[in-house]
């Protein structure tokens, strides 16, 4: 009964500290997102309003709160930018990982190939070599690593690397009109 009393006192709490500041929260949101030169539209700034709200809930934020060492708005403008940038380095994350498949995939397609047209210079002997055992031999991370005598992470560390270096090689080749010094 007791736990009831406090978990409806928290509740009341929160919903009068939503309604009293939406519009403030709102408004930082917009300002760091501007900052930030990310899109901004009512339904970006809703998610992120969510992401927030559920933040200062989640993690009791508000009884933590102490306007003896920081005005509310500076308070939420922290917690707001920590949001958003928590969000922007998941889709960064993300965006790396589907271009990373992506790439991977067009090399493995083409790796007989274009293996012959990579510039010696462009990789480390090893990284060719991880990329040899995974892709052409099709070698697990774990197969390739015991081969290698390497642990598991240096060599999906190596052959990330490789396959950035090689995206970013190719990427200028494209825009420069095929003309790359091999």
Not at 83 to 105: A, G, M, P, V, Y
Request: aromatic share 10%; proline share 1%.
């Amino acid at each position: 009964m007791k736990q009831c009393l406090v978990d409806r006192q928290n509740s009341d709490i929160y919903n009068d500290f939503f309604v009293n500041h939406t519009n403030l929260i709102k408004r930082t949101i917009v300002s760091v997102l501007k900052k930030f030169n990310s899109r901004i539209d009512s339904v970006i700034v809703d998610e992120f309003f969510q992401n927030v709200a559920l933040k200062i809930i989640k993690n009791n934020y508000l009884d933590k709160y102490d306007s003896a060492k920081a005005k509310l708005s500076s308070w939420i403008y922290v917690i707001v930018e920590t949001s958003i940038i928590d969000d922007l380095r998941k889709q960064q994350k993300h965006k790396t990982e589907t271009l990373d498949e992506t790439f991977t995939i067009g090399v493995t397609t083409h790796f007989f190939t274009v293996r012959n047209y990579i510039p010696k210079s462009l990789l480390t002997e090893r990284q060719m070599e991880i990329l040899l055992l995974t892709i052409e031999k099709e070698y697990s991370t774990k197969e390739a690593s015991t081969v290698l005598c390497l642990s598991e992470s240096a060599v999906r560390c190596m052959k990330h690397q490789a396959l950035r270096r090689l995206r970013n090689y190719y990427t200028k080749y494209n825009s420069y009109g095929g003309k790359h010094d091999h």
